[in-house]
């Protein structure tokens, strides 16, 4: 398992290790989320990147002798996708490759954490009145929606231009080398240890949930960017690790697909979902005044910088997760956000200052 200790990965090995049926090689330089498992003996973390030239001999080993390669290992935050291009790309296509390239010399199934990005925008988001009432237009199906990306210039693609080559490259290798692959495509996975909350446990700009979160827990006011009129669909951890271990379990289905794993029940605007989640704070610190929490509006290029551009909307097609995997996702928004909002209340609200109501 590479990038084993990130917000997915940590929850992955919760699942897997907690079964007492896996034995787990993983691949971080990062630890902090998985400490309760540093002491398992089923779990063997190698502490460094998975593509160091020093750890090349055991990686090798590893894939040899797995019946399953996960790779999860990326640069996956889009405020450094516009920042930090070069290591963007580096990180999600570059130091992949010799993962895909050691899968398919070895014929070790790989099963490969890519994004909804690579759908990019809509064809509804490029339409001048719109077209969000045709799901041909917007809805994102896996092995027919084309993969629409903005302009160079706009740097905010490097990320999801990098996850579609390397989608590409495991493609062509399956065709030309008869790589066992399988490919996930998440659509905004939350809960508990995704991400940080910046000057407590990390530094930067995290996603969306953690940005709101941190400005909750500063009395700060949450910032909508571009007024927050992106949509979102999403889907709780805990259902998504059961999809994941429900393609690890199912190699003959899985095997050879792409798979779309949301839920298109919990689609929120942003700004919705700031609300929602002010409305939770109040509810668990039981301080009224959250219900009135500040949200301001920003333009993209405040936020970001210079080269953002955002996806219109995420709404997932899941006929094939639903078929072949018996997978249909179920735990409303209001649920993910409670549990996931408490964890981080539980975990760093000491010494936070009022609500900052009106
Ligand atoms: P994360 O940032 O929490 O975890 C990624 C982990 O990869 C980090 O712990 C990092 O240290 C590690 N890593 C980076 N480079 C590495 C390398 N060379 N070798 C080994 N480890 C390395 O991200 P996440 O949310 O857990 O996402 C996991 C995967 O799922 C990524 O591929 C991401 O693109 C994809 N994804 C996630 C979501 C989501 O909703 N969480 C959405 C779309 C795509
Ligand atoms: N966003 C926002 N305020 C923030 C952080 C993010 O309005 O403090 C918006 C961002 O512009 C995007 C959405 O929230 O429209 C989701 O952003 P996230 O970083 O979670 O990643 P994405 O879903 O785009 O991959």
Request: hydrophobic share 40%; with cysteine.
């Given at each position: ?163 579609q080559m390397v989608e590409r490259l495991i493609y062509a290798h399956h ?107 109040a509810r668990i610190t039981g301080d009224a005044r959250y219900n009135d ?66």
């Amino acid at each position: 398992m590479l990038g084993c200790g990130g917000f997915i990965g940590s929850h992955l090995l919760d699942r897997m290790l907690g079964d007492g049926r896996f034995r787990v090689d993983g691949w971080d330089p990062e630890d902090g989320k998985i400490q309760a498992h540093l002491g398992n003996p089923r779990f063997r973390l190698h502490r460094r990147p998975a593509n160091a030239p020093e750890t090349r001999a055991e990686l090798e080993q590893a894939v040899r002798s797995a019946d399953a390669v996960i790779n999860l290992a990326a640069i996956c935050n889009p405020s450094e996708y516009n920042t930090r291009p070069l290591s963007v790309i580096h990180a999600n296509l570059f130091d992949v490759y010799p993962v895909i390239l050691l899968c398919a010399e070895h014929g070790r199934w790989l099963v490969n954490l890519s994004t909804s990005e690579v759908y990019g925008r809509t064809i509804a988001g490029y339409l001048p009145g719109g077209g969000y009432d045709d799901p041909d237009l917007y809805e994102l199906r896996e092995d027919e929606t084309p993969l629409v990306l903005g302009p160079v210039r706009n740097q905010r693609w490097t990320y999801a231009c990098a996850k579609q080559m390397v989608e590409r490259l495991i493609y062509a290798h399956h065709m030309e080398d008869g790589l066992p692959f399988t490919i996930i495509r998440p659509l905004n996975f939350f809960g508990p240890r995704m991400d940080y909350i910046p000057s407590r446990d990390g530094d930067g700009v995290p996603r969306v949930l953690a940005c709101f979160m941190a400005a909750l827990l500063a009395g700060e006011p949450m910032r909508l960017v571009d007024g927050g009129r992106a949509r979102r669909t999403i889907v709780s951890i805990h259902e998504a690790v059961d999809a994941i271990c429900r393609i690890l379990e199912r190699p003959q289905a899985a095997q050879g697909e792409i798979f779309n794993i949301g839920n298109r029940d919990n689609e929120v605007t942003i700004a919705e979902l700031a609300d929602r989640m002010r409305k939770t704070y109040a509810r668990i610190t039981g301080d009224a005044r959250y219900n009135d929490h500040p949200i301001v509006e920003t333009s993209a290029e405040d936020f970001y910088g210079a080269g953002y551009e955002d996806c219109d909307r995420r709404m997932p097609d899941l006929t094939k997760a639903e078929r072949l995997l018996g997978w249909s996702p179920k735990v409303p928004l209001d649920d993910i956000l409670l549990e996931t909002m408490t964890h981080f209340h539980e975990a760093h609200a000491a010494g936070r200052p009022a609500a900052a109501g009106p």
